[in-house]
């Protein structure tokens, strides 16, 4: 028998996350913003990264004191087109929102804004902030380091983060051109709900030591934090399938994220030192690309849908009824949710409850 699932209202939903952020201490104003990001990804269907994430990624981290609800952004350099800063271990979803407005402010004035970060923490959602690049009329381009997960081609170490390099483009669609993609074949955070599900992975996801892959999802998980297993580059195993490039990408992102800003990178971000949990001081960078100064924007939208309309409706592959083309998957899960709200399962409903009882939180009369 199936486990009883409950869809919860996506306004109920925010609120709630916004009332959990704020009883572990962020100001009103930032657990706004980090429940307005997380509620956006199960709006879009990316459940790895909602209100799945709530307590293993935030809430927990905040009570082992690795990250600090209330956020010092500190502006390290600045120039009239980019911008350093230092996140000093606040919240990441906060830290990156304010470097994309930063990115967009420049932009608009010069073309081109680019800011880098240091001493962040996870931000959520890659998609959220290429979006809010193009709802501007812009293109928006943002990457992530994390802590170690993927093994370079031929290697079994987990060496570099699953690093999405993420792109948005706004378009005279419906929804904009969103890509937002790990560098890996699959991420944690999709094993994280393969694990809640108990179900086991496809093969390939996740490679040994002796550089086999296996299933077990709850195996996996555990292997990745001691180290005994790697996932795999875009592309999978070896050359074959070009897992190459995957991992090119991945290092690519890794630089982006620590170089640029003299950050921390690979195995400093393991979020342990001599067996202590310390924050994890991820890097991220953010640019934004005014349109405007390149062409007209409604042309630029119509051209761009065009490529999109004409990609989809290509011939397709034998027993396939349709192509599509990156944010479009998120938007028609969001149509399909908009009246249904969040899909609540067993292990989150527990956390849930958990997270009630630990706050004290009054008001909520959850189904479960």
Not at 93 to 116: F, N, P, Q, T
Not at 280 to 285: A, E, K, S, T, V
Request: with cysteine; charged share 25%.
């Amino acid at each position: 028998m199936s486990e009883k699932v409950f869809w919860i209202d996506f306004d109920i939903m925010e609120r709630f996350m916004a009332d959990v952020f704020r009883g572990v201490g962020v100001p009103d104003g930032d657990a706004r913003i980090c429940a307005d990001i997380l509620i956006t990804a199960d709006k879009r269907g990316i459940d790895s990264h909602g209100i799945n994430r709530l307590k293993p990624i935030y809430y927990d981290r905040i009570k082992a004191g690795i990250q600090f609800p209330e956020t010092n952004f500190e502006i390290v350099r600045e120039g009239p087109a980019t911008a350093v800063i230092d996140g000093h271990h606040g919240m990441g979803h906060v830290i990156a929102k304010r470097s994309m407005d930063m990115a967009i402010e420049k932009a608009g004035k010069y073309g081109l804004g680019m800011v880098a970060v240091r001493n962040s923490t996870h931000y959520g959602i890659a998609g959220y902030f290429v979006m809010m690049a193009a709802g501007a009329g812009m293109i928006g381009i943002t990457g992530t380091n994390a802590r170690p997960s993927i093994a370079p081609t031929f290697g079994v170490e987990n060496m570099l983060g699953t690093n999405p390099l993420v792109l948005g483009i706004p378009t005279d669609e419906e929804f904009p051109f969103v890509i937002d993609c790990a560098t890996s074949v699959t991420q944690r955070g999709k094993i994280e709900v393969y694990e809640r599900e108990g179900k086991d992975m496809p093969p390939g996801w996740v490679i040994d030591e002796k550089g086999e892959t296996f299933t077990d999802s709850k195996r996996a998980l555990d292997a990745l934090v001691d180290g005994t297993a790697a996932l795999t580059p875009l592309g999978g195993i070896g050359e074959e399938g070009g897992g190459y490039k995957g991992y090119g990408y991945a290092v690519a992102v890794e630089i982006m994220s620590a170089a640029l800003q003299a950050g921390s990178y690979m195995k400093m971000l393991t979020g342990f030192e001599n067996g202590k949990k310390v924050p994890y001081r991820l890097g991220h960078f953010f640019m934004a690309v005014d349109i405007g100064q390149f062409t007209e924007l409604e042309s630029f939208k119509k051209i761009t849908g065009d490529i999109l309309r004409e990609i989809r409706a290509s011939r397709k592959m034998p027993g396939q009824e349709r192509i599509y083309t990156a944010g479009e998957k998120e938007y028609l899960a969001w149509l399909d949710r908009k009246d249904r709200g969040v899909p609540v399962n067993l292990s989150l409903q527990k956390e849930i409850r958990t997270m009630i009882g630990e706050l004290g939180l009054k008001g909520y009369d959850f189904p479960f």
